[in-house]
């Protein structure tokens, strides 16, 4: 049969997460392979492009190539649906730290003909691709500059798939569908208000806002994304992609849709323990179907169904009075012994579970032994590890080739077993107190075993590692702090070399690019930076210093305090400075002064700032210098009357 | 059931890829409805039977029934697929007979008898191996002859509607049936009576009959499935589509079924199934697992909503009616009651291709 080359639907998936969200796990194994409901992911994600109607897929792995080769080969043997119709190349590179890398070696290869679907090998869907594509097509037909689209479902906000991963804001226009605004949380984060930009209301007839979304991590690309990717370079993340492109929608020209699930469509990634948590449950109820746990076997009907959705493999032996209380997968081959008692756990091929055992919401693989009288509460088994008599396991990850000694009590922690010495040790284990405190936060009883893990890599998490795609481990106080550092040294530099204002104006930009950084942003850490140059903390008279460099860089603050609202960022800046810097202590009417001579600020704005000092009692406005700088403009301003 | 009688087969790799394509396709819903799952079954078997090298009646027996084995286990629900298989077999021991009775003259009379059938299973399995002739071609006809009792089949059924619509009934289905569609419009066109339309799990194909139905000039009710006891009273006629009609007379049914002929046996309201021949399994309901699949619990329940991160939703695909609530089974050959499926099976299928 002769395929139209140009018609075929090409899919890109992404085989790595580039975060230790599920280390120790995948650190040896491949991600791709992790087991989720009893399958690895990659069969999930190349039946679900094949009933999506994708030809050709392209699977790019960054670790661990020859394993996912090895295993392909092995499934393309057993004449599985996907290997039927569709075109499998793998490509490996080791050189890749981010989806940004792999993105600029797609280009760079000149792999992708024409439009294509991007996703992780995380994403467990249902839909059908070819049909999502084509409307992204016509899409781009109306907008030449449409990049991507991203694809959401819609669920409740309470939903545990939206409470187990960071919450995204979408502001988008709602006849277009075109992302105005686009805003991930921090897990469990403070923030209350969200502040939309004025002019998006202003420019829109009508603008939707989203705050219960479910990112599956799929996208729908037009060819120009690769080369986007390759032209910034600091692109590293799917999240770095879109914020680019949302704040410099003028310069490249280019902006992004999104479109919603119908409502029997499913779609979900795993992020996380807790997401994997979730997402194990949605296969074993079906809510993915036709993705079930039949998948990748052919359907060869492996599973009895024995009510209230337990099933096991029909060569799978139960004991008469072992009980599975609900959601209980069991694997081919397993045992299970007397009066064991089972609920929500998968249990994989091959395993002996003994007698007395309790195992409640826990995932175990293959060839796992737990012996007699053991508890097993939320915790992850990885293949051919040992549990010993009256172990108690709670929350804990287990990776493989572990023996856990008898009556040892576990919770909260990772084992790892060391290879170095054959020595099974533990390795890894956090603080109970740690462990404790998030229990308590945790609302959700079910949660809380693998919720520690979950909490455990939260750092990550404020780093957008989430998002399987980053592996910057910079959070993003972080990058706003390196910001600012940069923007100091270079300051510092061009004070000290004499250099032009515009160079420094344009190496001051291309930081903020670097790093992200909102305009307000910028103007804020500009005037913080200029007020913290090193030199002035080492010179004595600091306020004729000060009066210098205002001087030098007059250029470079014109440049960015134009408006009323960077100078209102000015000032405030001003005021973090002088609180926070030994050098300026009670200089701060001083340096205002210096402003408002040197016309950098004007009296309203000054006054309102002043206002706004007093209404939330800043330690400035009792200093005797402001006082008096406000004394004296208010004698001026009556004077002048 | 574990598989008895002959070892597996080894199948080619084209015939293996052939398989796996059709029960994807099945399973994804691009071969859907029985009438096409039982048409595009018999092509595969069709297909498979002319390629074979050595086509005689073990070989092909042996192939076919192979061939049947890996379909059912991949589409236990699907009993139309495992029937064609079985009237395969049929058409293949039949054919080996009629070869042999024509080379030796045996002694096996015309006529078939309840008691021949039993006395000469064994012998008739024993003897598959003597002949030697190609029996493709023969083969071929008798697949034909199967694929037009197919087409014709729901036609056949829907033609018999007049006799038992009648003017100014009240009608009561379930949900959306291709079947059904047909034989009520066939019944349209000769009498004026009123449907009533009980939506079932696929709302928005009930929604779609129903507006078919009445852009004919039908007076459609549409209600809920929850309101079927309710309304079952002024009802004087079921009339049903089915899954399947197992031996014994049970049948299997889109799920609600089973709630619907309750409510029909207690008002002693008559339950029309139409079950064209093809639908006919020699199963019985304990015989097979697969009966109690769970489809796709949005039927039911939205994912959207944050109760289905924490409840069970079962949404079972099929509902088991057992034998009495079942008054008359329309199949091509008109009326039968339900103790009379079996002789109908008997006819249709080896008995001993009944389990594959």
């Given at each position: 049969m002769e395929i139209d080359k140009e018609n075929v639907v090409q899919a890109v998936v992404?085989?790595?997460?580039?975060?230790?969200?599920f280390s120790p796990i995948t650190t040896n194994s491949p991600?791709?392979?992790?087991?989720v409901a009893g399958v690895p992911l990659i069969d999930y994600v190349l039946e679900s492009l094949a009933l999506g109607g994708v030809g050709e897929t392209i699977l790019f792995c960054c670790e661990n190539g020859p394993k996912i080769k090895e295993y392909l080969k092995l499934k393309k043997e057993e004449k599985l649906p996907w290997s039927l119709t569709m075109d499998i190349q793998v490509l490996m590179s080791?050189?890749?730290?981010t989806m940004g890398d792999v993105m600029r070696e797609i280009d760079a290869a000149g792999l992708v003909r024409g439009y294509f679907i991007l996703m992780g090998v995380n994403s467990i869907s249902n839909i059908n691709y070819a049909v999502l594509l084509e409307q992204h097509k016509q899409t781009c037909k109306k907008?030449?500059?449409?990049a991507m689209t991203l694809v959401y479902k819609k669920v409740s906000w309470q939903h545990p798939i939206t409470r187990s991963d960071k919450p995204i804001f979408l502001a988008a226009?709602?006849?277009?569908?075109?992302?105005l605004m686009h805003k991930k949380y921090k897990?469990?984060?403070?923030?209350k208000i969200i502040n939309l930009p004025l002019d998006i209301v202003l420019n829109h007839s009508e603008v939707k806002l989203h705050h219960n979304l479910v990112d599956a991590n799929i996208a729908l690309c037009s060819p120009s994304v690769p080369p986007l990717f390759s032209d910034n370079f600091?692109?590293?993340?799917r999240d770095d992609f879109i914020h680019g492109i949302l704040i410099n929608e003028e310069i490249l020209a280019s902006c992004l849709y999104y479109t919603l699930l119908k409502r029997d469509e499913y779609t979900a990634a795993v992020t996380n323990w807790k997401t994997y948590q979730v997402i194990c449950r949605d296969i074993i109820h079906n809510w993915a179907h036709p993705l079930s746990?039949?998948?990748?076997?052919?359907?060869?009907?492996n599973f009895v169904f024995m009510g209230n959705h337990n099933f096991r493999s029909i060569n799978s032996t139960l004991s008469?009075?072992?009980?599975?209380?609900?959601d209980v997968l069991i694997g081919a081959n397993a045992h299970i012994s007397d009066n064991a008692i089972l609920t929500k756990s998968v249990i994989g091929k091959n395993c002996v579970i003994g007698s007395n055992v309790v195992i409640t919401g826990s995932y175990i693989m293959d060839n796992v032994t737990v012996k007699e009288n053991c508890k097993i509460f939320n915790s992850y088994i990885e293949h051919d590890s040992l549990i010993e008599e009256k172990s108690v396991l709670e929350g804990t990850i287990i990776a493989s080739n572990v023996n856990i000694k008898a009556e040892s009590n576990l919770k909260g922690s990772i084992v790892e077993s060391?290879?170095?010495?054959?020595e099974k040790t533990l390795s890894k284990s956090t603080s109970e107190n740690e462990w404790e405190n998030e229990s308590v936060n945790s609302e959700d009883d079910e949660f809380i075993g693998l919720d520690k893990e979950w909490s455990d890599s939260d750092s990550c998490y404020s780093t957008d590692s989430?998002?399987?795609?980053?592996?910057?481990?910079?959070p993003v106080p972080d990058d706003t702090n390196m910001f600012l550092q940069e923007v100091i040294d270079s300051l510092a530099r061009g004070y000290e070399e004499k250099l032009k204002c515009d160079y420094l104006i344009l190496e001051i930009n291309s930081s903020r690019y670097a790093y992200n950084i909102q305009l307000n942003e910028v103007n804020f850490f500009v005037v913080k930076a200029l007020l913290s140059i090193p030199i002035l903390t080492e010179t004595k008279s600091v306020l004729s210093t000060i009066k210098d460099i205002w001087k030098y860089f007059q250029p470079v603050i014109s440049n960015y305090i134009k408006t009323k609202s960077s100078i209102m960022d000015c000032l405030r800046a001003v005021e973090d400075s002088c609180l926070k810097s030994l050098w300026l202590e009670g200089k701060a009417g001083q340096i205002i002064h210096l402003l408002y001579d040197a016309d950098v600020v004007d009296e309203d704005s000054l006054l309102e700032w002043y206002k706004e000092l007093q209404e939330y009692k800043?330690?400035?406005?009792?200093q005797s210098s402001v006082v008096k700088f406000f004394e004296w403009l208010q004698e001026a301003s009556e004077e002048s009357d | 059931m574990p598989p008895l009688g002959s070892p597996s087969k080894e199948l080619d790799l084209k015939h293996e890829e052939k398989i796996v394509q059709f029960v994807s396709n099945v399973r994804n819903g691009k071969i859907d409805g029985s009438n096409n799952i039982a048409l595009k079954m018999l092509l595969l078997l069709e297909q498979i039977i002319s390629e074979?090298?050595?086509?005689?009646a073990l070989e092909l027996s042996g192939l076919v029934r192979e061939v049947g084995r890996r379909v059912c286990r991949a589409?236990?629900?699907?009993l139309v697929a495992a029937n064609m298989v079985r009237r395969v077999l049929r058409a293949i021991r039949d054919e080996h007979r009629a070869v042999s009775d024509q080379n030796?003259?045996?002694?096996?009379?015309a006529t078939e008898s309840l008691q021949r059938l039993v006395l000469a299973a064994a012998a008739r399995r024993g003897t598959l191996g003597s002949a030697q002739q190609d029996l493709r071609e023969p083969l071929r006809d008798h697949i034909a002859e199967v694929r037009a009792e197919i087409e014709s089949g729901c036609g056949a059924v829907a033609a018999m509607a007049t006799a038992h619509v009648h003017a100014a009934e009240l009608i009561l289905t379930h949900g959306s049936s291709r079947l059904v569609e047909r034989f009520l419009k066939a019944a349209r066109k000769h009498t004026h009576y009123r449907l009533l339309l009980a939506e079932g799990p696929d709302v928005k194909e009930s929604h779609g009959m129903a507006l078919r139905l009445s852009l004919l000039g039908i007076p459609v009710t549409v209600i809920s499935d929850a309101s079927i006891a309710a309304v079952m009273s002024r009802v004087n006629k079921v009339v049903i589509g089915v899954r399947a009609v197992l031996a014994g007379g049970a049948l299997l049914a889109r799920a609600g079924t089973h709630a619907l002929t309750i409510a029909a046996k207690h008002y002693s309201v008559p339950v029309i199934a139409l079950c064209p021949?093809?639908?006919?399994?020699?199963?019985?309901?304990?015989?097979?697992?697969?009966?109690n699949a769970l489809d796709n619990p949005r039927t039911s329940l939205?994912?959207?909503?944050?109760e289905s991160g924490d409840v069970h939703v079962e949404a079972p695909r099929y509902d088991l009616v057992p034998?009495?609530?079942?008054t008359l089974f329309l199949t091509n050959l008109g009326g039968s009651s339900p103790s009379y499926i079996y002789r109908l099976l008997s006819e249709l299928y080896d008995p001993n291709d009944h389990q594959l």
């Open positions: 992404i085989m790595d997460t580039f975060n230790n969200n991600f791709a392979l992790l087991s080791d050189t890749c730290q907008d030449k500059g449409a226009d709602a006849n277009t569908r075109k992302i897990a469990k984060s403070s923030d600091d692109f590293q993340t746990i039949e998948t990748g076997t052919f359907y060869q009907n008469r009075s072992c009980t599975l209380t609900e060391s290879v170095a010495d054959k989430s998002e399987p795609t980053s592996l910057s481990d910079s800043s330690p400035l406005v009792g | 074979c090298e050595n086509a005689t589409l236990p629900q699907e030796g003259g045996s002694a096996e009379g021949l093809y639908k006919l399994s020699p199963l019985h309901a304990c015989d097979h697992y697969g009966f939205s994912y959207e909503f944050s034998p009495d609530h079942v």
